[in-house]
T-cell receptor, first 112, second 116 residues
Framework: SQTIHQWPVTLVQPVGSPLSLECTVE??????LYWYRQAAGRGLQLLFY??????ISSEVPQNLSASRPQDRQFILSSKKLLLSDSGFYLC???????????FGPGTRLLVL | AQSVTQLGSHVSVSEGALVLLRCNYS??????LFWYVQYPNQGLQLLLK??????LVKGINGFEAEFKKSETSFHLTKPSAHMSDAAEYFC??????????????FGTGTKLQVIP
């Protein structure tokens, strides 16, 4: 069966510091992968998606970037965090043709 | 462009009462529709989905939803609320775009409170 992992679980970082969040998927090959951010009371915002290694598309311009160095690894990064980057970050993979999203457990990021 | 509207950011029901969470969608093509549940500090979990065929869809934990094309709705129901149903619920719509990329648009969520 497929599983999706995210780490760290929780992160507290100062403004201006770098960021690296990791997502890995097991039990499937060449998955479509997604990064979402969830801010309080604002639902889910799609940040990046990837259909394959090295293929990244951004949905909204922002202080973040993403990379896919391996088939089942998706990384979210920032060179300098902003206060507004605080939130709950969710990684997901597409499970079927309908686009069903299967989510990881999430990373809570607090920027101080 | 597709969109989802969830009516009511907070819904309270008594334990044992009917749960009704409303979702209306907009899509230029036949949609795929989803309901997800999220417990505090966890990822989203799929409750149920509509792709094609039967318009009444049954999901986990006793939930079901009915796709009504004429009303562009996909409301979530459960006959009898349980304390464990207290969570946030998200409606979502997707369509297949060129290149095989699937964009899923989520509603802003409805927090369900169950009162003992």
């Amino acid at each position: 069966s497929q599983t999706i992992h995210q780490w760290p679980v929780t992160l507290v970082q100062p403004v201006g510091s770098p960021l690296s969040l990791e997502c890995t998927v097991e039990g499937t090959s060449n998955p479509n992968l997604y990064w979402y951010r969830q801010a309080a009371g604002r639902g889910l915002q799609l940040l990046f998606y990837s259909v394959g290694i090295g293929q990244i598309s951004s949905e909204v311009p922002q202080n973040l970037s993403a990379s896919r160095p391996q088939d089942r690894q998706f990384i979210l990064s920032s060179k300098k965090l902003l206060l507004s980057d605080s939130g709950f970050y969710l990684c997901a993979w597409r499970g079927d043709r309908a686009g069903t999203q299967y989510f990881g457990p999430g990373t809570r990021l607090l920027v101080l | 462009a597709q969109s989802v509207t969830q009516l009511g950011s907070h819904v309270s029901v008594s334990e044992g009462a009917l749960v009704l969470l409303r979702c209306n969608y907009s899509s230029s093509v036949p949609p795929y529709l989803f309901w997800y549940v999220q417990y505090p500090n966890q990822g989203l979990q799929l409750l149920l989905k509509y792709t094609t065929g039967a318009t009444l869809v049954k999901g986990i934990n006793g939930f079901e939803a009915e796709f009504k094309k004429s009303e562009t709705s996909f409301h979530l129901t459960k006959p009898s609320a349980h304390m464990s149903d207290a969570a946030e619920y998200f409606c979502a719509v997707s369509d297949l775009r060129s290149g095989g990329y699937q964009k899923v648009t989520f509603g802003t969520g409805t927090k369900l409170q169950v009162i003992p």
